[in-house]
């Protein structure tokens, strides 16, 4: 009876030990939870801010974007003014050789008028003036011959 006794109590301080390793390793395992569950909650506070940094960083880069598209669209729109200004200068250039050209021809026309105007002129004069000699010579014929006859 002693032996068995002495089993039962041998027994019942192994289920001690036992028992006392098993709540030793349930408080290791608890004490492992809060710390993963600790580290779970930091880590989820971690991905919130880098999320929030993420999504301030990207409405800050879509903001740049939009500006930047607004500015390319404003040097687009600035660039067509420009080559319409320089097609139109080149075009009032154009008109202004023109210009200058019909000025010269209209400078010659007019010298080419005012020089047949003249030479209207000189040809009326040379015809009075023709028309004077053959009078003058008419009356000097007119003298010889009154003289001749005088004689």
């Known amino acids: 009876l002693k032996a068995a006794q002495d089993a ?11 028992v006392a390793e098993l ?4 408080h290791k395992l608890q004490t492992r939870l809060a710390d993963a569950q600790h580290g779970a909650i930091a880590g989820q506070a971690q991905v919130t801010a880098l999320k929030e940094v993420t999504d301030k960083v990207t409405t800050d880069k879509e903001a740049e974007m939009s500006e930047l598209q607004a ?10 003014v420009h080559t319409d200004k320089e097609s139109e200068l080149a075009e009032l250039r154009a008109q202004l ?6 000025s010269a021809f209209d400078g010659q026309a007019v010298v080419v008028t005012e020089l047949r105007e003249a030479q209207e002129v000189c040809t009326q004069l040379r015809s009075t003036l023709v028309a004077a000699v053959g009078q003058a010579k008419q ?7 009154a003289r001749a006859s005088e004689e």
């Open 23 to 26: 709540q030793d390793n349930m």
């Open 139 to 145: 009356m000097w014929e007119a003298r010889v011959s």
């Open 97 to 102: 050789a023109t210009a200058r050209d019909i």
């Open 8 to 18: 039962v109590a041998a027994a019942d301080a192994d289920k001690e030990s036992v």
């Open 71 to 80: 500015q390319l669209a404003t040097a687009k729109g600035a660039m067509e």
